[in-house]
């Protein structure tokens, strides 16, 4: 019976560039079984020929031909004999794989004050003493603080913020001793409240009694 002779695509074999088909794989592996090189020379150059018509969207890439014969040797497993126009590409040089991307993680131990926190503590130390480092410095604590209560969701004292404030610093600033104390946390964490037009006072409230127009 034909249904009997069925094939899945599980039992099939592995197409490397599914884009050109199984008939073009199938192409292939008859000019890598050919015996002579002439015969697999010519078929190989009227496979490149089928291959540019099945990517006419290529043709206006630069090294076009060069592209379909490293594609060719490539459907290949680098197993066809026959002589291309073009340095026949490495199999080794292809299937090597890059190196993983260095992120950057500057202190993974507090990852919830994000990034922009070190930076701004790093510029913190570079200024001079004065009132205005003063400020800058609390207002890095506060916004560590609600960055914690954000993650948290919970209280938290100014000294753990304090003691984090001094690692993430390097030991160079140091509010374990200071008389100001942060925001409290219900002002850090006060929600804004969005412009409603139609719920308050003065707004355009749509009347939905209105009667409708009848025509």
């Not at 015969?39 to 890439?61: F, Y």
């Not at 197993?79 to 190196?99: G, N, Q, T």
């Not at 001793?177 to 969005?194: I, P, Y």
């Amino acid at each position: 019976m034909i249904i009997d002779n069925l094939e899945y695509n599980t039992e099939r074999e592995h197409l490397i560039i599914p884009e050109y088909g199984r008939h073009m794989q199938k192409m292939i592996n008859y000019a890598k079984s050919l015996e002579t090189k002439e015969e697999r020379n010519k078929t190989a150059k009227a496979i490149i020929s089928v291959m540019g018509n099945l990517q006419p969207h290529l043709r206006d890439v630069p090294d076009f031909q060069h592209k379909l014969w490293d594609q060719l040797f490539i459907m290949a497993d680098f197993e066809l004999d026959a002589d291309s126009p073009y340095p026949m590409p490495s199999k080794e040089f292809l299937e090597l794989r890059p190196e993983p991307l260095k992120y950057p993680q500057n202190f993974p131990k507090y990852r919830f004050y994000g990034n922009n926190i070190k930076t701004m503590i790093d510029v913190a130390n570079t200024w001079e003493e004065g009132d205005l480092k003063e400020a800058l410095i609390f207002t890095i604590a506060n916004h560590m603080k609600k960055c914690f209560l954000n993650w948290n969701k919970d209280t938290v004292e100014d000294d753990v913020i304090f003691q984090h404030l001094y690692e993430l610093s390097e030991g160079k600033i140091n509010l374990k001793n200071a008389e100001e104390d942060l925001s409290d946390a219900s002002s850090l964490m006060r929600s804004k409240t969005k412009f409603n037009t139609g719920g308050k006072k003065g707004g355009h409230k749509k009347n939905l009694n209105r009667p409708r127009k009848r025509y």
